[in-house]
């Protein structure tokens, strides 16, 4: 109790100095009856209080890619916002969402799940494209953090990108089982551990595009070229063996050569994949297992 009483004086004190109105008695109903933790509360919130006012502020800057399709005469630009990372969660969608509620609630960006699932909140983050769910804030405060749409993309409104040719490109691939047997049981097909484990590193892609916005190749041919994504998922198809129709799922990938015959392994898609899958190496064994399957002489003229 004595000790409760001193830090009261002490607090009081402190507040007097720095020109704080004298600290007013707070009621908390739940204790009522029970004044040792009444003051205890009471201490407690004053000194959260305090503790509060004291932590440094550290402010970071984000320079934000804005355009409005209401105003189609001005161009884009960015946008700067401060932000204190004392009361800011660890992500950049962290980060997003502060300025949204407590500064611009006229900036755009997709976001679900918050958790590196859904692929909604890709954009390209300090030259890297990723999801801002996953990508930790940078804690340097001496430089900005810039923030702009995935790269070569029609911009909709700020970061939101349009991904109907994306979609349209993985629809074409037919990201389904195809098969004309029925189960045995007559309720799922069923495949061994060590089947079930090709489909590794291959089935979790999360449709983000952050591979292929960054593929070069992509960027000069999206109405030929596939793209990393889409064909990724090709070739979880093709490597599945409850699939009856590999060599047709191939057969309509190369009968344009330009779908995935424009990959020059050039990688970019393997470096920024936010999940760490590798669709360069699938796109490589997708081309070998296709040239195995022809003629030495067409494969010479390839």
């Given at each position: 109790m004595l000790r409760s009483s001193f830090l009261r004086r002490g607090y009081n004190k402190v507040a007097g100095i720095?020109?704080?109105?004298?600290?007013?008695?707070?009621?908390?109903?739940?204790l009522e009856g029970?004044?040792?933790?009444?003051?205890?509360?009471?201490?407690?919130?004053?000194?959260?209080?305090?503790?509060?006012?004291?932590?440094?502020?550290?402010?970071?800057?984000?320079?934000?890619?804005?355009?409005?399709?209401?105003?189609?005469?001005?161009?884009?630009?960015?946008?700067?916002?401060?932000?204190?990372?004392?009361?800011?969660?660890?992500?950049?969608?962290?980060?997003?969402?502060?300025?949204?509620?407590?500064?611009?609630?006229?900036l755009s960006y997709r976001r679900s799940c918050r958790e590196g699932i859904c692929g909604s909140c890709a954009m390209n983050i300090g030259g890297t494209n990723t999801v801002a769910c996953l990508k930790p804030i940078d804690g340097d405060t001496s430089k900005p953090t810039i923030i702009t749409p995935l790269p070569h993309m029609f911009v909709i409104k700020d970061v939101v990108v349009d991904l109907t040719n994306f979609y349209q490109q993985y629809k074409s691939i037919e990201p389904w089982l195809k098969t004309n047997m029925v189960p045995k049981d007559g309720r799922e097909y069923r495949q061994s551990p060590a089947d079930r484990k090709k489909l590794d590193g291959l089935y979790e892609c999360i449709l983000c595009a952050c591979c292929t916005t960054s593929c070069p190749s992509y960027w000069w041919n999206p109405e030929e070229y596939l793209g990393p994504a889409a064909l990724l998922h090709a070739y979880r198809w093709i490597c599945d063996s409850r699939d009856e129709l590999t060599e047709e799922r191939l057969q309509a990938l190369t009968e344009d050569e330009r779908k995935l015959y424009r990959c020059r392994a050039i990688k970019n898609c393997t470096a920024t994949c936010p999940k760490r899958l590798d669709p360069a190496d699938a796109i490589h064994k997708m081309k070998t297992k296709h040239m195995l399957s022809q003629p030495m002489e067409m494969v010479e003229s390839m």
């Open positions: 720095f020109g704080r109105a004298e600290a007013k008695k707070q009621d908390f109903p739940v029970h004044p040792a933790a009444q003051e205890s509360a009471e201490v407690a919130l004053e000194s959260r209080v305090t503790v509060k006012d004291n932590v440094k502020k550290v402010m970071k800057e984000f320079r934000i890619y804005r355009w409005n399709p209401d105003r189609p005469d001005s161009k884009p630009f960015l946008q700067s916002y401060h932000v204190d990372l004392s009361e800011c969660g660890p992500m950049v969608l962290d980060a997003l969402q502060k300025i949204k509620a407590e500064n611009d609630s006229s």
